[in-house]
């Protein structure tokens, strides 16, 4: 048995002390392959050469919008920059937080479609993180198509958005949420998912899946998303990890065998 996760940052500073080990460590834990994520060039850069160092880690590179100054346009030609001639595998994480903003929401909107641009002109799929904005991004997607799709990165559990991802042939992936005991309807949306839509992540150093809560995450813990997965679903965990391990490779364009 193996797992792809498919979203993790390894660049941040949590793991200053210990990425090496944590990392051989995922990896001899079955892990075999997995997504490091940027937020910001800086992070994206450090996520290329963490690709760069090991074969199985790719790189996912992207502004977040927590991470939107008021110059986008000079910002998203940057991450152009440092992406020539990389190996890349998705633009993320990139999309729309009304959680945190304070009166951005024009400019993370324009920042989301400048790099939808940038994802259909190097023909990569994008990797959206969305929170509390669920119409606005549906609504971007829809007038912005992307040409080689995406997924929405620790989906939030909104059947609405649910609905209209899997509409826009996108692909959902679960993470730490739905197995945390007061989320009431992660078994409602996992069921609304069809398996070959399904990926699992953990998010990685945030959202420990229970039963390690509260901890910092690291991609180990990514058996315990597809364990629930394999619960609603009626399946094993083995099918579970199958899978999401062919969908990641799938909609990353890796090859397996
Ligand atoms: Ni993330």
Request: with cysteine; aromatic share 8%; net charge negative.
């Amino acid at each position: 048995m193996e797992f792809f996760d498919t979203h993790s940052h390894y660049n941040d500073e949590k793991f200053d002390g210990d990425r090496k080990k944590i990392i051989e460590e995922t990896f001899k834990e079955q892990v075999t392959k997995f997504v490091c994520a940027g937020y910001n060039i800086k992070s994206s850069k450090q996520a290329i050469e963490l690709s760069e160092e090991y074969e199985n880690i790719y790189a996912v590179c992207g502004i977040s919008p927590n991470d939107v100054t008021q110059n986008v346009t000079e910002d998203v030609e940057e991450l152009e920059k440092i992406l020539d001639n990389k190996k890349i595998s998705a633009i993320g994480e990139i999309g729309l937080d009304y959680y945190w903003e304070k009166g951005n929401k024009e400019l993370q909107k324009e920042l989301f479609i400048k790099q939808i641009e940038l994802a259909n002109k190097l023909e990569l799929p994008i990797q959206i993180h969305t929170r509390d904005a669920a119409i606005d991004t549906i609504d971007i997607l829809k007038s912005n198509p992307v040409k080689k799709k995406g997924i929405f990165h620790c989906c939030p559990l909104n059947k609405e958005l649910v609905k209209e991802a899997l509409k826009l042939d996108f692909y959902i992936s679960f993470a730490g949420p739905i197995t945390f005991k007061n989320c009431k309807n992660a078994d409602e949306i996992i069921k609304m998912v069809p398996l070959e839509r399904i990926l699992i992540e953990t998010d990685s150093p945030y959202l420990s899946p229970e039963p390690n809560r509260g901890k910092r995450n690291d991609s180990r813990n990514v058996r315990y998303i597809a364990e629930k997965v394999a619960k609603v679903k009626g399946k094993t965990i083995q099918e579970i990890a199958k899978i999401t391990y062919q969908n990641a490779e799938q909609i990353f364009n890796i090859g397996g065998e």
